[in-house]
């Protein structure tokens, strides 16, 4: 229904890798959020961004035949525009109405080098990698969320705990114009390419934060101030999964088929006491 600039592919059936694309690297260009891997290019993964949608290629990752999938999609601002807000120059493809942003940067290394982000307030969450190398943790995704701060880390790409890494944001909470970085490698390796994805909470539309969880059937409720189209979550105390449910699978409450971003598998079912998320009004 618009023309997306960040799409998230999810094969729903097998255990092909989950594949990102978006308007700023270009759309033949392809991450994986289950992996640390560097960014590839990936001609028949989608071949275009259109008016009204996107249009697949045949790469097994977004098409193989047969298999069931699922797709998430953000609109942010196009191709993107030069940003000279911090010390080092981004690219930022910005929707300040949906508090999204899509922000390419090279990175200069050392202490307190800062990008500008193009939003109107603070990020509460944060998809940073690095798309030059891959192979390890300091490569794959870094995570900043608002209920962590600025001395936290977590990897989109494994069930870690959040971790201590006050030098991957410089010890410092993003602000409404800047993100900061320290000398990381992490997050800014000298030479290296990296892209963030970038959310704020918008009142009625979306909404980042944190609960203690009970451990019951009947569970905590979480107030958004809405009824959801979309729910991640992360353990941050101990190691835990990266589940994502949806509106669209699941069609009516409860909702039962589960996703996990951290790993390249099919979906699962909950069984009505477990891996269930219920949307309400």
């Known amino acids: 229904g618009f023309q997306p600039d960040l799409v998230w592919v999810n094969d729903r059936s097998g255990t092909n890798w989950h594949s990102v694309h978006d308007s700023v690297r270009g759309v033949d260009k392809a991450i994986y959020p289950n992996e640390w891997d560097a960014e590839s290019t990936n ?4 071949t275009s961004f259109d008016s ?7 790469h097994s990752n977004n098409n193989n035949s047969g298999n069931n999938y699922s797709s998430y999609a953000w609109k942010a601002n196009g191709a993107g525009v030069a940003n000279t807000d911090g010390t080092i120059a981004s690219t930022v493809s ?6 999204f942003s899509i922000v390419t940067y090279t990175a200069a290394g050392g202490d307190d080098q800062t990008y500008g982000h193009g939003l109107t307030k603070s990020p509460e ?21 608002v209920t962590s701060g600025n001395a936290q880390y977590m990897h989109l790409h494994n069930t870690n705990a959040q ?17 900061h970085l320290g000398a990381s490698s992490h997050s800014n390796i000298v030479g290296n390419d990296y892209v963030a994805y ?32 979309f729910v991640m979550a992360h353990r941050t105390d101990s190691s835990g999964a990266w589940p994502m449910w949806d509106n669209v699978r699941g069609v009516r409450n409860l909702n039962k088929w589960v996703s996990y971003a951290h790993e390249a598998a099919a979906e699962t079912v909950g069984d009505g006491t477990s891996s269930v998320c ?3 009004s």
């Open 125 to 145: 969450f944060i998809l940073l990698k690095n798309r030059t190398q891959g192979g390890g943790d300091n490569t794959g995704w870094q995570v900043y969320h």
């Open 94 to 99: 910005a929707n300040t109405t949906a508090g």
């Open 198 to 229: 970038i959310w704020h909470s918008v009142e009625g539309y979306s909404a980042m934060g944190g609960y203690n969880a009970q451990g019951v059937e009947d569970g905590i409720f979480i107030h958004c101030g809405f009824k959801p189209a």
């Open 43 to 46: 001609a028949e993964g989608i």
């Open 163 to 179: 971790a201590p890494g006050a030098e991957i944001w410089n010890s410092t909470t993003p602000t409404s114009t800047l993100v």
């Open 52 to 58: 009204d949608g996107f249009t697949l290629g045949t």
């Open 278 to 280: 219920d949307f309400v």
